[in-house]
């Protein structure tokens, strides 16, 4: 685990008095203008500038689709790897628009190990979860090996040159972990967290509800009170392996000093797992986006994060987090690249 | 003036039909997913490509600065094109990171004439309107003059690679005309449309909406109606040169088969204006962003467009439309781009 120093407030004050300079009304480029700040503070610089950035895509299948709560079949998640991998999917497409590379990090795929790919990162912690209705996700130590496996794999992208780092996610079955992980670590009720997915009917969102509040009342026989619990041990009861890995990109990539972006429901139950294990995350942290998930909302308002997109998007893959790349890539170029009042002989209002 | 097809409806069909083949659940991508059929439409084609694109930032001086409605001096609009062209200004960083070309087009700065410089097309049509309070803004052949010059200014964009078209603007005043412009094309008063613009105090604010009405007054004295009459002789008699000259952009932009985005407050009363000369313009055209100023939600309603952004931008000169570019991108590569269920070998759910 890292240890994360917080942003230099220092340069939060230092940027916003830069902003006050340069030739545009004060205030007239809104929530640009924030994100330059806290880039600025971020990167320790009044003039921040952000190059390429990568996505960190992690993938892992879940124990509790055996209780028909989503509306995809499991093997689809070894598939959408495979897509992934060839190219074909959206994030694929975003992240190649949005100035992107995509890794795909199999932490707990089950089926065959996939062949090599220059893309692919093999990292299986075990093959899926159990399920968490009847029995723990998986075991502390798998949890924290999920969680360095997601490390591991932003500081490869960091290597490669990525300046600013998203993670996604794949896994049939993953919002019902996340809404479980997100009410454990939220304290909220099942019905506040639960949403649709992928797109069940009535019936299977019921299900999905039932069988979110059944895995809290586990976990809570195990652990007793989830909100003090130990953040790890409540992942590894209600897992999944790639939440728990997104935890760890954030937490690696804000470690290496740059700004992490997070994406839609699983993703962000993996940033409230990371800003729970290191407070210090929350200066790094931006939500890409909001998604249709009901769920999403409460954790970007426990997060203190307003979403830099709303596009109605639902889909996953780390393609909100993407997509909001050049909007940060602006707020830095405004800040770092903009000519001052005095530099450019205009006269000031 | 162009005479402008239709998007090819026949094509929005079959985008809708391949987005649902395409490996993502249906509608996951929401706002994306809308955006993408429209493009196909646009470029006739279900596989829809978007590269290289342009804004033109129109800039232009206001005789109604003499009523004290700005927050800036009137000087400020020559010493921003001189910021446009040394790449300083907001528009040219968000540009870069958005692959964007920026054009400057001077079709109405007072002052000197600019020196030549490879971004800069002098078409200076008068310097400066006439104070619209008192007198017209400019005469009908000005106005033609000026869409003109949004016209020509465009099809060099388009000439020299451009697949994506925005206009910018640059106009001290010119909010205040946006408003009279807007107000008289949809039949509002003037408080409905009257916004603070770069920033003045509650006195300024004031004097603008009277402005704005006792500009309408005088308009219908010579026009009549302002809903029904002819749309470039409204556009003569309230103004700006840089508004005229963004309905130029657009229409031209359109008619070369291009998706054309609208910008802030003054820019989308251009788009207002084009839309009435040439109601096809619709299909080709969206909203890159919703800006603070009340007015252009108003103007949005009216054009039946959603924004793609909602970053509380006001600044203008483009920058909204042109950070909506990355956007845009991202909504022609998903639904040209992305394998499809068969392809990929993936289940349907």
Do not use: C, W
């Amino acid at each position: 685990m890292s240890h994360l120093l917080p942003v230099d407030q220092a340069f939060l004050e230092r940027a916003r008095a830069r902003q006050l300079r340069l030739t545009k009304p004060p205030g007239s480029l809104g929530r640009l203008e924030e994100a330059g700040v806290r880039l600025a503070a971020i990167q320790r610089s009044e003039k921040p500038r952000l190059g390429p950035g990568a996505v960190v895509v992690a993938a892992a299948d879940h124990g509790v689709t055996a209780e028909g709560v989503s509306a995809y079949p499991a093997e689809v998640t070894p598939q959408m790897v495979q897509n992934f991998l060839a190219g074909g999917a959206a994030v694929n497409q975003i992240a190649r628009v949005a100035g992107a590379e995509v890794y795909v990090l199999d932490v707990g795929v089950r089926g065959p190990e996939f062949p090599a790919h220059e893309r692919l990162i093999p990292a299986r912690v075990r093959s899926g979860t159990g399920n968490l209705v009847r029995e723990p996700a998986m075991r502390p130590a798998e949890a924290l090996a999920a969680l360095q496996a997601g490390e591991n794999a932003a500081r490869r992208a960091v290597s490669e040159g990525a300046t600013l780092l998203a993670a996604g996610d794949m896994g049939i079955g993953n919002t019902t972990a996340a809404a479980a992980l997100t009410a454990a670590l939220l304290g909220l009720l099942a019905a506040e967290v639960t949403g649709r997915g992928t797109g069940v009917d009535d019936a299977a969102y019921a299900r999905k509800v039932q069988v979110v509040e059944r895995a809290l009342e586990r976990a809570r026989g195990e652990l007793g009170d989830l909100e003090r619990a130990d953040p790890l041990e409540v992942a590894a009861q209600l897992g999944g392996l790639e939440i728990v890995a997104a935890a760890g990109v954030f937490l690696a990539g804000a470690a290496a000093g740059l700004p992490v972006v997070a994406d839609g429901f699983p993703v962000t139950a993996g940033a409230l797992l990371a800003a729970r294990l290191e407070p210090n995350l929350s200066g790094y942290l931006f939500a890409g986006h909001r998604s249709l998930e009901p769920g999403h909302t409460r954790q970007l308002e426990a997060l203190g994060l307003e979403p830099l997109l709303d596009l109605n998007l639902r889909l996953g893959e780390g393609t909100g987090a993407v997509l909001a790349f050049p909007v940060l890539r602006a707020a830095a170029a405004v800040l770092g690249g903009m000519a001052t009042f005095d530099e450019a002989g205009v006269s000031e209002g």
